[in-house]
């Protein structure tokens, strides 16, 4: 066997034992190999002896009975197999904790007894982010260790030779000397390290981190296991590199998509609120957007739109078609069905090549209807889905009440039309995009009738909170799309 075995009777006695054993067999396997009677292999072996019930031991094996004897084929197709594991483990990891944590489990005991990863921000401080052994006994002081030293240790320290680019291999004599704190310096001693190897975890333009071998017995590791080591800290560095660049990429994707949201404009006869939240896959930015602004005529007018796609190209073409919307919104002092044809025949006519939902309200009012708090709402829909309207007593309007047509993009000389209502005070209007209630495990219809039911149980909340909860309950967590959504509770008359 490539491991080491031994064979015992109901009374401990040594049976057999492969490898130069021999000499013990027939003798106590406690007296022969007395390491083994407080740890965990012998409270294991002791329970197995007694119920008769299989278990599993994750430990060291201490000497003599800790080799492994294999050919080099044998070896190799370990560490090839330790490799794709540490692959698996970074493969789409989008935070630097999540793709070093269980890093160190994979890598020892094949590379040593223990490890401990440590990774750098963006301005270079270090912090410990994991680290294992393969004694149990020795894995709270070496957690302790991990966590504490990194403020004890002098400039020359292997650890920080290797966040510098240098690989460093010390004694652990050599290790512990290097450590100021006394009680750092004792937890150190507890872990008993035999030799320690550090090895810097290289990025595409720096060192981002390092990894921290702890070897059993003093000398050197092979040039195989040497090789494997430094492979697995390649593969690290790159991961963290990967980690940092999604992350600026994201920063900078998200600053841009809310720059194109701007605040909502606050009527005086109304309350708005809006949100958005990026979709947690591709790059963060998309299509949708949300806007409130006041046209000439005093009026308030809501947009609520979705451009095919969910990209930086949707996201580019968002901007240009709310920019055209405010624009022709706010020179023509037209109504929702208006501005939509005008932007339909926009589009036709500067060759914009994309396709786009859009809902428009506009809310107004008389003189008359101001003193009497009442304000009537125009919609229209290009392919958008219908408001949620909540009368001021938090019922439900119906649902099919408000009409769509085709989508913008289409065809630039479509028709469009309006649906009118009159709200009276009090009245809470929703427009959202399709992120809101569209899931992969649900259909349209079922996400809509949630929202709706939703909606009602929030409706006595104030305007803001109400577009908190329904997100929060909606949504759970980063949606599968980008969700947008703009709010208006009227309050009938300015203040």
Do not use: K
């Not at 894995?139 to 920080?160: E, I, K, T, W």
């Not at 107004?364 to 709402?377: F, N, P």
């Amino acid at each position: 066997m490539p491991v080491g075995f031994i064979g015992l009777d109901h009374d401990w006695r040594i049976t057999y034992i492969n490898r130069s054993g021999e000499s013990v067999v027939g003798a106590s396997y406690w007296e022969s190999f007395p390491a083994n009677v407080d740890n965990e292999f012998g409270r294991v072996y002791r329970d197995v002896a007694a119920t008769g019930q299989p278990e599993t031991v994750e430990a060291f094996y201490p000497e003599p009975l800790n080799f492994t004897e294999v050919t080099e084929r044998r070896q190799a197709q370990d560490r090839l197999a330790m490799l794709a594991r540490v692959s698996a483990e970074l493969a789409g990891a989008l935070d630097a904790d999540d793709a070093v944590r269980r890093i160190p489990v994979i890598v020892v005991p094949s590379l040593g007894e223990g490890c401990l990863v440590t990774v750098t921000d963006d301005d270079g401080r270090p912090r410990a982010v994991s680290c294992w052994h393969a004694d149990p006994d020795r894995r709270d002081a070496l957690s302790r260790f991990a966590g504490s030293r990194l403020g004890y240790l002098p400039g020359n320290a292997p650890v920080v030779r290797a966040l510098l680019g240098e690989t460093v291999s010390v004694t652990g004599p050599e290790a512990i000397g290097y450590v100021a704190d006394g009680e750092l310096r004792n937890l150190l001693r507890t872990v008993a390290p035999g030799r320690v190897l550090t090895m810097p975890l290289p990025g595409r333009a720096r060192t981002v981190g390092a990894l921290t071998l702890l070897l059993a017995s003093p000398g050197e590791l092979g040039p195989e296991a040497l090789a494997t080591a430094g492979d697995v800290a390649d593969r690290v560095g790159l991961a963290l590199d990967n980690v940092r660049l999604f992350s600026e990429q994201r920063q900078v994707a998200e600053t841009l998509q809310r720059s194109l949201l701007t605040a909502p404009f606050e009527p005086p006869t109304a309350e708005v609120a809006a949100r958005y939240l990026p979709a947690a896959e591709v790059a963060r930015v998309g299509g949708d957007w949300h806007d409130a602004f006041l046209q000439p005529s005093g009026a308030t007018m809501l947009v609520i739109g979705d451009v095919v796609g969910h990209d930086t190209e949707a996201a580019a073409a968002m901007g240009q078609l709310r920019a055209l919307l405010r624009g022709i919104a706010v020179y023509s002092d037209e109504g929702p069905a208006e501005v939509l044809r005008g932007l339909d025949a926009a589009m036709d006519q500067l060759r914009l090549d994309t396709y786009a939902t859009v809902g428009v309200a506009r809310f107004e009012q008389t003189a008359e209807e101001a003193e009497r708090g009442l304000t009537r709402m125009r919609w229209s829909s290009a392919g958008h889905p219908a408001p949620v309207v909540l009368g001021p007593d938090g019922r439900l309007a119906p649902p099919t009440s408000w009409s769509g047509e085709l989508l913008l993009g289409v065809d630039g000389g479509t028709a469009r039309s309006e649906t009118v209502t009159t709200l009276p005070a009090g009245s809470t209007v929703l427009l959202f995009t399709d992120g809101l209630v569209e899931r992969r495990d649900a259909d349209l219809d079922a996400g809509s009738a949630r929202l709706r039911t939703v909606a009602a149980e929030l409706a006595s909340l104030p305007l803001q909170e109400l577009c908190d909860e329904l997100v929060e309950r909606l949504v759970r967590g980063r949606p599968e799309d980008d969700v947008a959504l703009v709010a208006i509770r009227l309050t009938g008359r300015a203040a």
